[in-house]
């Protein structure tokens, strides 16, 4: 929703302020579906809003469900393009939305189905936001009284690139006249831009940051992660001290385990050594599995599968062996890790692999 189109709209009727506030409850903490619903506002302001002011700018284009109680959406955007979005349910009473902010990606990471569809438009603000007013709106159908506790900004795109626009959609997530959510259930990834992680931890202290790390020697690195050619492994880790001292808080890296990439017991030595180089207490390395459905090697994909929101999760599968292998590397080098369950592989819905889904989703609706 434009909020502030909707206060223009409010305004121009002449309507006292706290009409502005009755429409912000019902919307975004009552995740209304209609205006129809919105029964504390008389019916011309009413009919005027629902003439001028959508109350979501995307509109439902296709939705998969993954065995394991993930949902993901391919959303018609109102600005033109596609892009995926995704609800999980890491426990049961948690629930995870992980939005987009591109519809597509330059940073072109190799292992990710979203850097392969090459560059794309950000997102507005508001397109972003609605993402998450879209799962409200999504669980008060289908869970009523469950809640939606975190949000992660890590799904299609590198939300830096545009970092007034995704800055503006953070705000509007914050507000607690608005979305009101809190600064630590919402976590932001970034594949290492430089510049805008220092204005980040200066403007959003409290909103956890992670960093896709994914090889910790520059050779690899470059490869796996090109805009590290831009900002090397030595210059990021220089940033990140500067981050601390502003942010204050823990930042997580990102490390997508990849066979025959960057497994071995090397490179598991140089993930210690670049931990140690910035600050070992300061960082917290969470472990991925490859999620096939994503162009690898090994790569493959498996047809979406039937569930219900109604149903309890089915436990994520277990870590690869070798990601368990990587973890054990670190643990003996003393670096602490958490191997960080995948949620809506079957949809290609996890890490790595949105866009990936999308065009298949397309054919079937053809
Ligand atoms: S991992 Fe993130 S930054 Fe890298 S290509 Fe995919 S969307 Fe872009």
């Known amino acids: 929703m434009d909020w502030e189109k909707a206060l223009l709209t409010l305004k121009a009727r002449k309507a006292d302020p706290y009409r502005g506030r009755q429409l912000a409850r019902a919307v975004f903490q009552g995740a209304a579906a209609s205006y129809a619903e919105v029964k504390v ?7 005027a809003l629902e003439a001028e002011v959508p109350l979501l700018s995307s509109s439902e284009a296709a939705v998969a469900r993954s065995e394991d109680g993930t949902v993901k959406t391919l959303l018609d955007l109102a600005g033109g393009g596609q892009v995926e979005t995704v609800l999980m349910r890491p426990s049961p009473l948690r629930w995870t939305a992980c939005i987009s902010t591109q519809t597509g990606c330059a940073i072109g990471c190799s292992f990710c189905a979203t850097g392969k569809t090459g ?5 507005t603000p508001e397109e972003i936001t609605d993402q998450v007013l879209y799962w409200r709106q999504f669980l008060r159908r289908e869970a009523p009284g469950e809640r939606l506790g975190n949000i992660v900004y890590m799904g299609m795109g590198e939300p830096f690139l545009d970092y007034e626009g995704f800055a503006a959609s953070l705000r509007i997530l914050l507000d607690q006249g608005l979305f009101g959510i809190g600064a630590r259930h919402i976590s932001v990834s970034t594949a290492g831009l430089v510049p805008q992680m220092e204005r980040f931890a200066a403007d959003f202290p409290q909103v956890n940051l992670a960093v896709s790390l994914h090889a910790a020697n520059d050779g690899l690195r470059d490869r796996l992660v090109p805009i590290n050619r831009k900002y090397p492994l030595a210059v990021l880790a220089g940033t990140l001290k500067t981050v601390f001292t502003l942010h204050q808080r823990k930042v997580f890296l990102e490390y997508v385990v990849l ?5 071995s ?3 598991a030595a140089d993930l210690a050594a670049f931990v140690r180089s910035v600050d070992a207490g300061l960082l917290h390395v969470n472990l991925l599995a490859h999620n096939p459905g994503v162009p690898s090697p090994k790569g493959s994909s498996s047809a979406p599968a039937q569930g219900s929101l109604a149903e309890p999760p089915r436990s994520a599968p277990p870590a690869d062996p070798e990601t368990r292998r990587f973890q054990g590397y670190l643990k ?7 191997v960080r369950q995948s949620f ?23």
């Open 41 to 47: 506002l008389p019916a011309d302001l009413r009919q």
């Open 119 to 123: 560059p794309g438009r950000s997102l």
């Open 259 to 263: 066979e025959g990439e960057n497994d």
């Open 265 to 267: 017991a090397k490179d």
């Open 332 to 338: 003996e080098l003393g670096i602490i890790c958490t």
């Open 344 to 366: 809506g592989r079957d949809i290609d819905a996890a890490c790595g692999q949105l866009a990936a889904r999308s065009r298949a989703i397309d054919k079937e609706k053809e």
